[in-house]
Each structure stands twice: as C-alpha cells, then as structure tokens.
C-alpha cells in the first residue's frame, strides 16, 4: 500500500487544560510585560534603557500600576491552575522529566550539528530545559515582584534579595529570561509550523507508519 494513501490516524498530543491555559497566557503576559514596562519607565534601573511608549501600557506611571496589578491576579490564577494541574495529571513527569546533563549536552551537540529531530508531542532535552528555565523565572517573577510590591510588609523576603534595589533587578532579569523564552518559542513555531495547530485542536492526523516512527 502506498504510504501516501495510508489512512491518517489522529493523534492526541495536547491536552485541553493546557491549550487553554497556553493561550490565556498570551494576553495576560503581553498585558504584563507593557505595564511593566511603564511601571520601569518611571524609574529605570538602566538609564540608559527605555521602553518605547508604544511598547507600554496605562499612559503613566499610576496607570501602569493598575494595569500591572489587575492583570497580576489573572496570571496568578492561571500559574497556579497550571502547576496544580501539572503535577497532578503527571505533566510534569510525563513531558518534561527526565532530564539530565548528559542528555541535554547530547541535544545541544545535535542542535548544533543540524542533526536534532523534532517530534511532535515529544520534547527534547533543550525544549524540556527551556520550559523548567521559564518556570524558574516565573517564580522569581513572583517573588522579586511581590518584594516590590509590598517592601514592608514582605521585608523578609525582601531581604532575601539583598534589598528592594537587588529585587527590582532580579525582577528585571526573570522578565528579560519569559521575554527570551517566547521568542525562542514563537522561533520554534515559525520554523516548525506544524506545530501550531495542534496547540488549537490538541491533535495531529498522521500516517500509522509516521505515528509509529515518533
């Protein structure tokens, strides 16, 4: 039988909760980051560093507050959903464990060669580290964020820091390290395609032989 006329099998490689979850980001964090960016603006700890007004969100400085501050609570919400259901549907385990050094090294050499495979519904060593380095940011999003935001009544965590000025630079750093990791991931998207749609339906027909290779 000729492969091409194989009949497609659909496969499962997204689940519900997490392309929900994945697109209500999108809006939350653009809506983030453009707050925080004016928030930045008023203040910045690079002089030499601004974000164009384009770029920001609220119009001033009490205005970027708000925003940040409204926002926060939906990206929270959406976190927390997305790690309880994590760890409780087995995500975690199941897409981005394991991972050690030597794999990693492994896919990065590969990476480097040109040689690296992608699989759909399948992560590779650096997709899996990139995706535990988003995570690590997002936490310290929170924390350096929340030092921030409440430099009193949080000052020992603040001073966990190293003070509110070491904060607002641990903030900036974690935001810097989201803001790398959806470039990489619009990156990938573009020049894998075919992954995008099944981030809409959750599924991809394939060949039973292509099913098989994966």
């Not at 560093?49 to 400085?61: D, H, K, M, N, V």
């Not at 501050?69 to 995500?91: D, E, F, K, P, T």
């Not at 894998?192 to 394939?206: A, D, E, H, K, N």
Request: hydrophobic residues 55%.
């Amino acid at each position: 039988m000729n492969p091409s006329s194989a009949p497609l099998a659909k496969i499962r490689l997204h689940r519900l909760p997490v392309r929900v979850m994945h697109w209500l980001n999108v809006p939350i964090l653009c809506a983030m980051l453009m707050s925080g960016w004016g928030i930045y603006n008023a203040s910045p700890i690079f002089p030499a560093l601004t974000f164009p007004t384009i770029l920001t969100l609220g119009g001033w400085l009490g205005g970027s507050i708000a925003w940040h501050l409204a926002v926060m609570w939906a990206l929270a919400a959406n976190a927390l959903l997305y790690v309880c259901w994590g760890i409780g549907s087995g995500h975690f385990r199941r897409d981005f464990l394991p991972l050690t050094p030597r794999t990693l090294a492994r896919d990065v050499m590969l990476a480097l060669t040109f040689r690296l495979k992608h699989r759909l519904g399948r992560y590779n060593a650096i997709q899996k580290a990139f995706y535990w380095f988003a995570l690590a940011c997002g936490l310290l999003l929170v924390l350096s964020g929340l030092s921030i935001w409440k430099p009193v009544q949080l000052y020992r965590l603040v001073a966990v820091f190293g003070g509110f000025d070491r904060a607002r630079y641990v903030h900036f750093f974690a935001m810097s390290g989201i803001v790398l990791f959806a470039v990489v991931h619009v990156a990938m998207v573009i020049t894998v395609p075919s992954t995008f749609l099944p981030m809409i339906t959750g599924f991809q027909r394939r060949t039973p032989r292509d099913a098989q290779d994966e």
